[in-house]
């Protein structure tokens, strides 16, 4: 198993030491165990009407997958009850694929929140720091956001508990508009129109959401019951050419893959 270690430079690499790194997770679930009332002390008011999505992506620290299972699932599982007296009612773990030239393996994390008031103090916990630094090469890549439901969308996020598989195209990019009854407008356009072909391709749900700090800061989620359809779709000349549009530069465009890790 590779394990990650910090040179005296700052930068992670990776090293063969089989067992160090789950036993450094397993280490951290504990702390993150005695440490739960500081992830739960500000739930007083939180609301089940609302959902914000912690995106967090990074490069596993090792390539072995299973391994990777067994380090997350022993986070995971130790997390998942303070995460949920927090508000963290989702947790979503994918793996990226080789889909429209992406590279195989990284790791997507998606935790839904039902109130913002204590994810920035659960994530800058350094219990819950040092579980994630246990799991990956480098610092993750950590993002909040906040759903869009009056926005053109279909479906919703996988049911985690199913055993189908299912892939996820995650877009995440600048929009082009930064008045957001704008940005909407642009988008609604695009995605109602799209929704009839997207869906007749195996597209069983798109979720929006814009980001907490910045609402110009767009993030997507496309679930597939296939992965058949999908470069054909994202690949097509027509699509490109109202899709582009909406944003400032090219987003970023990622396919993953459902696992059977430890999931709630």
Do not use: C
């Not at 959902?51 to 390539?63: F, I, K, N, P, S």
């Not at 940005?183 to 799209?194: N, S």
């Amino acid at each position: 198993m590779n394990d990650t270690t910090l040179t005296p430079g700052g930068q992670r690499r990776r090293g063969r030491h089989p067992g160090l790194t789950l036993t450094a997770a397993l280490t951290v679930v504990a702390i993150m165990a005695a440490s739960s009332a500081v992830a739960v002390a500000q739930d007083d008011e939180a609301d089940a009407a609302t959902d914000y999505a912690v995106l967090v992506r990074a490069e596993l620290v090792t390539d072995d997958l299973d391994e990777a299972q067994l380090m997350h699932d022993a986070v995971a599982s130790g997390a998942e009850e303070i995460g949920k007296a927090a508000g963290d009612f989702y947790h979503l773990a994918a793996v990226s694929t080789t889909l429209l030239g992406g590279t195989e393996g990284s790791f997507l994390g998606v935790d839904r929140w039902d109130a913002p008031d204590n994810i920035e103090a659960f994530y800058s916990n350094p219990a819950v720091a040092e579980a994630l630094a246990a799991l990956f090469a480098s610092d993750p890549n950590v993002e909040v956001f906040e759903r869009q439901p009056e926005w053109f969308s279909w479906g919703d996020m996988p049911d985690v508990s199913a055993d189908d598989d299912f892939w996820v195209t995650v877009v995440r990019g600048t929009l082009a508009e930064t008045d957001p009854d704008a940005a909407q407008a642009a988008h609604d356009l695009v995605a109602a129109g799209g929704q009839e072909p997207s869906m007749a391709a195996g597209d069983i749900s798109h979720v929006v959401y814009t980001g907490v700090a910045d609402p110009s800061e767009f993030l997507a989620f496309d679930v597939w019951e296939s992965d058949e359809n999908i470069e054909a779709v994202y690949g097509d000349p027509a699509f490109q050419s109202v899709f582009a549009p909406l944003f400032a530069s090219p987003p970023s465009v990622v396919i993953y893959r459902s696992t059977d890790w430890h999931q709630w």
